[in-house]
């Protein structure tokens, strides 16, 4: 299994509050992603990394943000969160993207987020 | 836009039974098509890819096809088991300047004894 954790697996947090899930791989894999996954809506993009401090906006970034300061770690930051945020959250990597090689995703277990 | 839509939603088998699910996508040019097997409360693992010149490949009683000149692919299941109760999700990938994946919403398959 690839070497993917995020944290925390599980967080309940109240309307407005700030959260960060966090993505820490072990695999020295340039690219890094954040999805969510709804019920009826599959996975979506949320932002991604193509390396340290390179960073892009997917299709449902806004209320999101993102920060990599280390190869290894992927930051998911939701500034004031809102119900409509209560999702699963998955984190995903890849060896290589652009025009080569067909970049399987390795995700992580996911984390669970609710906004009451 | 880019999209893959996958059909049925949802299917239920009985244990032993073949079943085949589709996924149509509109990717161009495309690069790749992988599918995805994601079991509940875990992320996403790879089942099989599939390239441009690829027609068919296995993955034990995986099977997929693809027609790159319809755009289609399909996932064989071949004897199913209980363990094989999982979302199948589509996944495509263009070769031009976006190498950002598509992802079908996937189909939920339940296999019951």
């Known amino acids: 299994d690839a070497g993917i954790t995020q944290s925390p697996r599980h967080k309940v947090t109240e309307t407005g509050t700030p959260v960060t899930l966090r993505c820490h791989q072990t695999e020295n894999h340039r690219y890094m992603y954040w999805y969510r996954q709804d019920p009826g809506h599959g996975l979506r993009l949320i932002h991604y990394s193509y390396g340290v401090k390179d960073t892009d906006k997917g299709e449902v970034s806004d209320g999101y943000s993102v920060s990599r300061s280390k190869t290894e770690d992927f930051l998911l930051t939701l500034e004031s969160a809102t119900s409509s945020q209560t999702s699963v959250y998955f984190c995903?990597?890849?060896?290589?993207?652009?025009?080569?090689?067909?970049?399987?995703?390795?995700f992580g277990e996911g984390s669970r987020l609710t906004v009451l | 836009k880019n999209q893959v839509e996958q059909s049925p939603q949802s299917l239920i088998i009985l244990e032993g039974k073949n079943c085949t699910l589709q996924?149509?996508?509109?990717?161009?040019?495309?690069?790749?098509l992988r599918w995805y097997k994601q079991d509940t409360g875990r992320g996403p693992v790879s089942l099989t890819i599939m390239t441009f010149s690829e027609n068919t490949k296995s993955n034990g009683r995986y099977t997929a096809t693809l027609d790159a000149d319809t755009k289609q692919s399909s996932l064989h299941i071949t004897a199913s088991q209980l363990s094989d109760s999982a979302s199948y999700i589509c996944?495509?990938?263009?070769?031009?300047?976006?190498?950002?994946?598509?992802f079908g919403r996937g189909t939920s398959l339940i296999v019951h004894p």
């Open positions: 996944v495509v990938t263009g070769s031009g300047g976006s190498y950002i994946p598509t």
């Open positions: 996924c149509n996508y509109t990717v161009s040019p495309f690069s790749n």
């Open positions: 995903a990597i890849s060896g290589q993207g652009a025009f080569k090689d067909t970049g399987e995703l390795f």
